[in-house]
T-cell receptor
Framework: DTAVSQTPKYLVTQMGNDKSIKCEQN?????MYWYKQDSKKFLKIMFS???????INETVPNRFSPKSPDKAHLNLHINSLELGDSAVYFC????????????FGQGTRLTVV | RKEVEQDPGPFNVPEGATVAFNCTYS??????FFWYRQDCRKEPKLLMS???SGNEDGRFTAQLNRASQYISLLIRDSKLSDSATYLC???????????????FGKGTKLSVIP
C-alpha cells in the first residue's frame, strides 16, 4: 500500500488554466505539506496543514490554494497557471507537526506551456 | 544567512572512500534535525534523524553541534548505490508559524565512482 499518493504524476497544461493535484495519506498522520522543487532542485515549503491550522509560506502566490476535505487529504489548487509554475510538486505527511519523519509522495511534474 | 545551508557539491568519490557533508542552520530554536536522501527524479526519503549525542546507522554517522548550529553526515566505505543528493533538514520548532515546517537545504550531490 502506498503511504502518500499523489495524482497525477505528470501534468502538462497551458498558461492561464486552472488545475488541481490530489494527495492522500493512509498513515494516520496529522500534518500534511506541499513542497515545490524547482529546476535547481531546491525543495521549498509551500503550505503545512495541521488539525485545521493552515500555515502558508508568505512567498506563495495566492493563485495557489490548499484544500483539505479531511485529515487524510490535502489537495492543491492552482489558478491561472504561469510558465514559472513549472516544477515538481511534492505532498508529504508526518506526525506531531514535523518533529518526526516526513513521508513524501512520488511527486507531480507540472509543465506549463 | 540562509535557513539551512549546505555545500551543493558535487562530491565525486571512488568506491570505498569516506565522505563528509556539512550543514549549518540559522534558527537556534530548531529542535529536530534530519538527513534525507533523494535519488534522481524520485521523492526525498529519510536517511536518518540526527540526535545531540550523535548517532550511527551502519556506514552512516550523523552529528549535531547545537552551539555551532552545525550538522554533519559521514559516509564510510562508499558504495555505488550511495550516489544521490543528500538533504539536510531542520524543523524550526517555533510555537507559532513554522512549527510544522521542515526546512530543507539545497542538498549535496554525491557521485560514487567505480
Amino acid at each position: 500500500d502506498t503511504a502518500v499518493s499523489q495524482t497525477p504524476k505528470y501534468l502538462v497544461t497551458q498558461m492561464g488554466n486552472d488545475k488541481s493535484i490530489k494527495c492522500e495519506q493512509n498513515l494516520g498522520h496529522d500534518t500534511m505539506y506541499w513542497y515545490k522543487q524547482d529546476s535547481k532542485k531546491f525543495l521549498k515549503i509551500m503550505f503545512s496543514y495541521n488539525n485545521k491550522e493552515l500555515i502558508i509560506n508568505e512567498t506563495v502566490p495566492n493563485r495557489f490554494s490548499p484544500k483539505s476535505p479531511d485529515k487524510a487529504h490535502l489537495n492543491l489548487h492552482i489558478n491561472s497557471l504561469e510558465l514559472g509554475d513549472s516544477a515538481v510538486y511534492f505532498c508529504a505527511s508526518s506526525l506531531a507537526g514535523g518533529f518526526t519523519e516526513a513521508f513524501f509522495g512520488q511527486g507531480t511534474r507540472l509543465t506549463v506551456v | 544567512r540562509k535557513e539551512v545551508e549546505q555545500d551543493p557539491g558535487p562530491f565525486n568519490v571512488p568506491e570505498g572512500a569516506t565522505v563528509a557533508f556539512n550543514c549549518t542552520y540559522s534558527n537556534s530554536a530548531s529542535q529536530s534535525f534530519f538527513w534525507y536522501r533523494q535519488d534522481c527524479r524520485k521523492e526525498p526519503k529519510l536517511l536518518m534523524s540526527v540526535y545531540s549525542s550523535g548517532n550511527e546507522d551502519g556506514r552512516f554517522t550523523a552529528q549535531l553541534n547545537r552551539a555551532s548550529q552545525y550538522i554533519s553526515l559521514l559516509i564510510r566505505d562508499s558504495k555505488l548505490s550511495d550516489s544521490a543528493t543528500y538533504l539536510c533538514v531542520v524543523n524550526k520548532g517555533d510555537s507559532g508559524a513554522g512549527s510544522y515546517q521542515l526546512t530543507f537545504g539545497k542538498g549535496t550531490k554525491l557521485s560514487v565512482i567505480p
